[in-house]
């Protein structure tokens, strides 16, 4: 199976009038079509930028990436969700959810069928009419879950989406997301801090160590779903990745 | 089953209609004025005598304002020149104070209407092309403290007295702060917002129009505030001096000859009304429909109202 996508010998580096920032330092990685990998790591440790170039916010260095086989066109379609307040206040929820739609000249009532669909999946049936002013943090976040998925991208990013919810909040934006990966089958690249979550989220969590940002390890996660975080197989894997992270 | 409610509904049922407000309460804005008229009134008769031209009380005001809208009216009653409801309602719109207001209400919002255009299109400009803005810039900065009366004179040796002269330097005082506000609200939107339409593939034209447009709103309508207030300040100043004869500052200032302040304060007062009225009518609508009703900008006592 020729992976979603290849990461070969990539580095990043900032180039500052202070000085040079390694961010990504040989990174190889092969993602395969359908999986949810979590990438954590210390701060600084380049998570964040490797997801910020798939996602085209950022260029390259030196090294390539490859989707399907093919040298990536980083103008690809992606969704991208954020931890920041990322939706527009000036449109109402399935407004939000249809700009993506929107900017492809899909048909109006095409684009309310479909942006209806995925607020369905994201349990905000109902809601549609709202403005995000109205909505809470994590109806918000289920909005731009939604509207990242409507134009039905090639990967789904995720950058700390849950971070700043509650941790009651969190854990049932965890499970709706494990929901959803499940039925759109999306490949889905999820950074994070919380190890709990990258645990409970991921088939596999590639682990990240900072200057120069690298790869440590990539630890599969076969554990069955739904996952209990409370079990001691969970929370002895949890034990591991945190060792990794502090590079034990 | 009794749960099986949609959650839609559920919200509709809790949320009860609001209270009208009471008829005092609604009257509120009006207390301030209305101690100031107390105030007005004692003192103007406490003065009284050889003052009493200078200093009119309120009823003298109101009868001067009552004579300013029916004057022409009257006349013509008297030389029973009226036929009927439709000429006496015809020589009611031709009070000299029907004929300022008119004068000021289509130049004032006139010369508003021009600056707020090209100082959208002048900030737009300099928000969006680092070539403008550097061009703009330094240029709209130095201009933007010198008062519109300063233009004054100089802008009636060259374009003489008159129409034109009045809603150039109008304008032109209201565009400066309109397109320095415009140029910072293109500039500081949330970046979050631009990104989120990056990732979503939209290019830089869509992304101005669908995101940065709506998105320095607040900073925009703020800006066309100020130039208001601007265009009010420069318009008195300038219908003053601008050499005609209609408008409320004009017919201010000719007034000083006759030492008619009752006619002063009549035509302050409308100046008053009219500048209120705008805000009222045309701004806070505006406002609640857009910044407010998006979570942009708090709404007038919102920050101290309950939820």
């Known amino acids: 199976m020729i992976p979603k996508i290849e990461v070969k010998n990539l580095r990043k580096v900032y180039d500052t009038p202070e000085r040079k920032v390694h961010a990504l330092e040989d990174v190889n990685l092969q993602i395969e079509d359908g999986?949810?990998?979590?990438?954590?790591?210390?701060?600084?440790?380049?998570?964040?930028?490797?997801?910020n170039i798939l996602a085209g916010f950022v260029e390259i260095t030196a090294g390539e990436v490859l989707m399907d086989g093919k040298k990536l066109d980083f103008g690809y379609d992606k969704g991208v969700v954020f931890q920041e307040y990322a939706l527009f206040p000036w449109?109402?929820?399935?407004?939000?959810?249809?700009?993506?739609?929107?900017?492809?000249?899909?048909?109006?009532k095409e684009r309310k069928e479909i942006s209806m669909e995925f607020l369905k999946l994201v349990g905000l049936d109902g809601f549609e009419d709202l403005y995000p002013h109205s909505l809470s943090g994590g109806m918000r976040q289920r909005v731009a879950v939604a509207r990242a998925l409507a134009y039905d991208p090639q990967i789904l990013l995720m950058d700390e989406p849950y971070g700043a919810l509650d941790a009651q909040t969190r854990e049932e934006l965890q499970e709706l997301t494990v929901e959803v990966w499940e039925k759109t089958k999306k490949t889905i690249i999820f950074v994070t801090h919380n190890l709990s979550e990258a645990v409970y989220l991921g088939g596999r969590i590639v682990v990240f160590l900072p200057n120069p940002g690298r790869i440590r390890e990539v630890v599969p996660v076969d554990f069955p779903r739904p996952r209990d975080d409370l079990s001691s197989d969970f929370i002895a894997l949890q034990r591991h990745v945190?060792?990794?992270?502090r590079d034990k | 089953m009794a749960d099986s409610k949609?959650?839609?509904?559920?919200?509709?049922?809790?949320?009860?209609?609001?209270?009208?407000?009471?008829?005092?309460?609604?009257?509120?804005?009006?207390?301030?004025?209305?101690?100031i008229l107390a105030i007005w009134q004692l003192s103007a008769m406490y003065v009284g005598g050889n003052l009493g031209q200078l200093f009119p009380t309120v009823d003298k005001i109101a009868l001067r304002a009552y004579e300013l809208l029916t004057d022409p009216l009257t006349d013509a009653l008297k030389e029973n020149k009226?036929?009927?409801?439709?000429?006496?309602?015809?020589?009611?719109?031709?009070?000299?104070?029907?004929?300022?207001?008119?004068?000021?209400?289509?130049?004032?919002?006139?010369?508003?209407?021009?600056?707020?255009?090209?100082?959208?299109?002048?900030?737009?400009?300099?928000?969006?092309?680092?070539f403008w803005e550097s061009f703009f810039v330094p240029l709209l900065s130095v201009l933007l403290p010198i008062p519109a009366l300063a233009w004054t004179p100089i802008a009636i040796i060259w374009f003489g007295l008159g129409n034109q002269t009045i809603i150039m330097i109008t304008a032109f005082a209201s565009f400066l702060p309109i397109a320095m506000a415009v140029w910072t609200g293109v500039k500081t939107v949330n970046p979050v917002w631009i990104r989120a339409a990056q990732s979503m593939n939209a290019d830089k034209m869509t992304i101005f129009k669908t995101v940065v447009?709506?998105?320095?709103?607040?900073?925009?309508l703020s800006g066309m505030r100020i130039g208001l207030a601007r265009a009010w300040r420069a318009g008195v100043g300038a219908e003053a001096f601008g050499g005609v004869k209609w408008g409320l500052s004009a017919g201010i200032f000719d007034a000083q000859e006759y030492l008619d302040i009752a006619f002063m304060m009549v035509a302050i007062a409308v100046l008053g009304i009219f500048g209120y009225l705008?805000?009222?009518?045309?701004f806070q609508p505006l406002e609640t429909r857009t910044v407010i009703r998006w979570g942009m900008m708090e709404e007038m006592g919102g920050q101290d109202k309950k939820v």
């Open chain 2, 278 to 282: 705008l805000e009222k009518v045309i």
């Open chain 1, 91 to 108: 449109r109402t929820a399935i407004q939000n959810v249809e700009y993506g739609l929107q900017i492809r000249k899909v048909e109006p």
């Open chain 1, 242 to 245: 945190n060792d990794l992270i």
């Open chain 2, 213 to 220: 447009l709506p998105g320095s709103l607040p900073m925009i």
């Open chain 1, 35 to 51: 999986e949810f990998i979590c990438l954590v790591g210390l701060s600084g440790c380049g998570k964040t930028t490797l997801l």
């Open chain 2, 82 to 130: 009226v036929n009927g409801i439709g000429e006496a309602l015809h020589y009611l719109t031709e009070g000299p104070i029907i004929w300022h207001v008119f004068h000021t209400a289509w130049r004032l919002p006139l010369a508003f209407f021009i600056a707020a255009i090209v100082g959208v299109i002048v900030g737009i400009l300099m928000g969006r092309f680092a």
């Open chain 2, 6 to 35: 949609s959650s839609a509904s559920i919200i509709e049922e809790s949320v009860k209609p609001r209270p009208k407000k009471s008829f005092l309460v609604k009257i509120r804005p009006a207390y301030p004025f209305i101690v």
